[in-house]
């Protein structure tokens, strides 16, 4: 079946009443409403974004979740290509004439992306987080639509300072950022989506509202994360091996105002520094840090530039395509007066989180 934005709506909404309920996001000068055909979603998802929500006003974005079976449109997706050193079908695509449809491959929720309709259709409350990064996307949107450019980063402030973090997959970046949180004069801006604006002669860095996701090895050695999980399921996973205990997936929201108290989720900051994780559990040599010229190294952009993936909407209505490649010369330009720092060397978290509050944010 062909579908255009309009057919592709009706058949993601099927009919389905929505609620009275709507929830409004304020988010940096972005007002979003979130309206559904369930309860229980909106009630999860004002939650998830305690610190976000706001009044009811006229909204720059608008959104619609229905929760419902993962629907079955009868048409081919076509997976996008992930992103160098990631595996496995993940989203699958199709463009229509005035629009596009995403699907998600492991769960079957289905979104659709317009300038006229943004909507999320299949098991959203099974599969919330889904909805949380779709909403999110919308945000992310509208920061690049306005010049910010997207990184692959954790965003951690200190005393008013930002320090991006960057790190291959798996590099441990959510963790340190946690280990920093222990100091009380640090707050959290972003997990793993960091963008950065030129803005009056400074370099700022603005936020999403995504929780940290962790996996158990970080809960079980930070103890202000340990009740995340039963006492019973942390001292057995302690008795794994240490390789075993650092690859295991499972995740985990961390509720920062929770977790660490009232006040320690800010929106943006003036762009300090830059620190990119090159490190390794494996490696015998003692943590360095240094300063680098990332013109002279661009291998490292790989770990701190991101794709904004297949819901980026251009502000003339196209789409991002896969084959995309990344604008190096652009990120170079913003970090041109940010100090880029690389660790190296073994993993030390305890270390090097006072490493960056004595020295890079000093």
Not at 56 to 76: K, N, Q, W
Not at 83 to 101: A, F, H, I, N
Not at 228 to 240: F, H, K, M, N, S
């Amino acid at each position: 079946m062909d579908y255009t934005v309009e057919s592709a709506a009706n058949a993601l909404l099927d009919n389905a009443p929505l609620c009275a309920d709507e929830l409004y996001l304020a988010l940096g000068g972005c007002r979003l409403r979130l309206r559904s055909n369930s309860t229980e979603l909106l009630a999860g998802l004002g939650d998830y974004f305690s610190h976000v929500v706001s009044d009811a006003g006229t909204p720059d974005v608008d959104i619609i979740a229905v929760e419902r079976d993962a629907p079955e449109l009868g048409i081919d997706f076509i997976d996008w290509k992930r992103e160098p050193g990631k595996t496995g079908r993940k989203d699958s695509c199709v463009d229509l004439p005035d629009g596009r449809l995403v699907r998600k491959v492991r769960t079957g929720m289905v979104f659709l992306q317009s300038e006229r309709h943004i909507i999320a259709a299949g098991p959203c409350r099974q599969y919330d987080n889904q909805v949380i990064n779709f909403i999110n996307s919308q945000y992310m949107n509208w920061l690049q639509n306005r010049g910010w450019l997207i990184c692959h980063a954790a965003g951690l402030v200190h005393r008013g300072k930002c320090l991006g973090i960057a790190g291959f997959s798996g590099g441990g970046k959510s963790t340190l950022m946690l280990h920093l949180l222990d100091n009380d004069e640090t707050a959290y801006l972003t997990n793993d989506r960091l963008f950065m604006k030129a803005d009056a002669g400074h370099i700022m860095a603005r936020g999403i509202p995504k929780l940290p996701r962790i996996n158990p090895g970080t809960i079980v050695h930070n103890q202000k994360l340990h009740g995340l999980i039963p006492d019973a399921q942390r001292e057995a996973l302690l008795q794994l091996p240490a390789t075993e205990l650092w690859e295991l997936e499972e995740k985990y929201d961390v509720h920062i105002d929770r977790v660490y108290g009232p006040g320690r989720i800010v929106a943006e900051a003036p762009l300090a520094a830059f620190l990119i994780l090159d490190w390794s559990r494996d490696s015998d040599q003692a943590l360095s840090v240094e300063q680098v010229d990332l013109a002279a190294h661009r291998d490292l952009l790989g770990a701190l530039m991101k794709s904004p993936g297949p819901f980026y909407q251009y502000p003339d209505g196209s789409f991002l395509q896969d084959t995309a490649g990344f604008d190096e010369a652009a990120y170079l330009q913003a970090l041109e007066n940010v100090a880029v720092h690389v660790a190296r060397g073994r993993i030390d978290f305890s270390a090097l989180a006072e490493r960056c509050l004595s020295g890079l944010l000093a």
